[in-house]
């Protein structure tokens, strides 16, 4: 699997995320790491077992691991969801060597739906107009 930590060393928080004040401080922070995730294209594919691994970290003074549970993490996407910061749907991973793409749930960031990336090989036409589904 590849790895989907990439991203860099910053979390990106735009200013309409930060001033929601319908939003708590932890979506906020977690929507940071959803942006890091999508970097260039617009979107990750990070499941809730990926995300809650990369959420769970431990503090170097004390030892002690933080981490959320995956009731608060649903509830969280939820949040982001409904207040239009991000989009999700289900759609395919582009694979080369003409093979049938794979679907997963994206998470788009922004308020507009990004660009899926070129397919990296096949005939496969993978783009948001042919496998999206309704927002929300």
Do not use: W
Request: charge should be neutral.
């Amino acid at each position: 699997m590849e790895d989907i930590t990439q991203g860099g060393m910053c979390l990106v928080i735009p200013a309409s995320v930060a001033e929601d004040v319908h939003l708590r401080e932890r979506s906020k922070l977690i929507y940071g790491r959803i942006v890091q995730l999508a970097s260039s294209t617009g979107f990750c594919y990070a499941n809730n077992k990926a995300l809650l691994d990369i959420l769970a970290h431990e503090d170097p003074k004390t030892g002690e691991t933080a981490v959320i549970s995956e009731r608060t993490l649903q509830s969280i996407l939820a949040e982001l969801r409904d207040r239009g910061h991000i989009h999700m749907d289900a759609g395919p991973v582009p694979r080369s060597g003409g093979e049938l793409p794979v679907v997963r749930r994206r998470i788009f960031v922004g308020r507009r739906l990004a660009d899926m990336p070129p397919p990296q090989g096949g005939k496969e036409n993978c783009t948001p107009e042919n496998f999206c589904t309704g927002g929300g």
